[in-house]
């Protein structure tokens, strides 16, 4: 079976990727990455630190280890995952047209799967997918549908966050669900934290139903409820100030180098853990 995965170029989408890649042994499967818009690490505006956030890997940490012939730690980068596993990566920067269609339409896909895609796809592009495509979304549909569906989520005072795998249709994360799975909210641990989980948990979901998209037996699903939904977009500033009045952190040190540790034996470099991301500022 053909099979292309459509991701973002962050750390918590290559974790992720860590994860699913392995499963797919045996089909053929190629990799779409949309980049992460630059932001500012001195800023006021907590939208614009969690885009410099999510170039924090990249620039700091990705380079070096893509140097390395034999990678240092148990999780790869994308270079290492696309040599380990044969996986063909490219960097696309739209999906209805342009690269991102083009990519598609040569690559054949029997079925794609979107793991934290920032691109909404259309419906001729999503026909070009022979079985269909799937989504897993960070929060428990039909809910916590949109984005930051974990800050939105944790901010509500919920005891646990969902990780959705459901069918994209025409509407946004309207379309029929597989399955959900929880994980419990840990109030010391980071949205960012929270996130990581996430997606494994979807990819798993994911992974339990392949051998049915591999005999081509379409999974069981069933329609969401749109009396229950709840559609959410970029916070506001009083959002993001509600989430820290709670003791809510966007992103912290600790939860940042424990992932860095996975990918590298030694030390990442950062000028301490309080310049980097202090309780009170994330």
Same mark, same amino acid.
């Given at each position: 079976m053909r099979i292309l995965v459509c991701s973002q170029d962050d750390v918590t989408s290559c974790v992720a990727l860590n994860r699913l =890649?392995? @499963? =797919?042994t045996g089909n053929a499967v190629a990799v779409a990455l949309v980049p992460v818009e630059p932001g500012r690490r001195s800023t006021g505006d907590p939208g614009a630190w969690l885009r410099w956030f999510g170039n924090l890997f990249n620039e700091r940490v990705r380079p070096e280890l893509d140097r390395r012939t034999v990678p240092p730690g148990e999780l790869l980068t994308y270079s290492h995952l696309? *040599?380990?596993?044969?996986t063909p990566i490219r960097?696309?920067?739209?999906?209805? *047209? @342009?690269? @991102?269609?083009?990519?598609?339409?040569?690559?054949?896909?029997?079925v794609i799967l979107s793991v934290r895609f920032g691109l909404i796809f259309k419906p001729p592009t999503i026909a070009l997918a022979r079985l269909g495509v799937l989504n897993i979304h960070p929060g428990a549909l039909p809910r916590y549908a949109g984005l930051?569906?974990?800050?939105?989520?944790?901010?509500?005072g919920e005891s646990s966050l969902g990780s959705t795998l459901h069918v994209i249709d025409a509407g946004i994360d309207t379309g029929p669900i597989i399955g959900i799975r929880r994980l419990p909210v840990d109030p010391e641990r980071s949205m960012f934290w929270h996130g990581l989980q996430l997606y494994p948990l979807g990819i798993d979901l994911f992974l339990r139903i392949l051998p049915d998209l591999e005999s081509g037996r379409w999974p069981t699903t069933r329609p969401q409820d749109r009396r229950q939904r709840q559609y959410r977009s970029w916070p506001s500033a009083a959002d993001f100030a509600a989430f820290r009045s709670k003791g809510l952190r966007l992103a912290d040190s600790r939860d940042y180098l424990e992932i860095i540790r996975r990918f590298r034996t030694r030390e990442p470099s950062l000028a301490g853990?309080?310049?980097?991301?202090?309780?009170? *500022?994330c």
């Open positions: =890649l392995p @499963g =797919l696309a *040599r380990q596993h044969g960097t696309i920067r739209e999906i209805n *047209r @342009g690269d @991102g269609y083009a990519f598609i339409k040569e690559f054949a896909p029997d930051f569906s974990p800050m939105y989520a944790m901010l509500a853990p309080d310049r980097f991301c202090s309780r009170t *500022r």
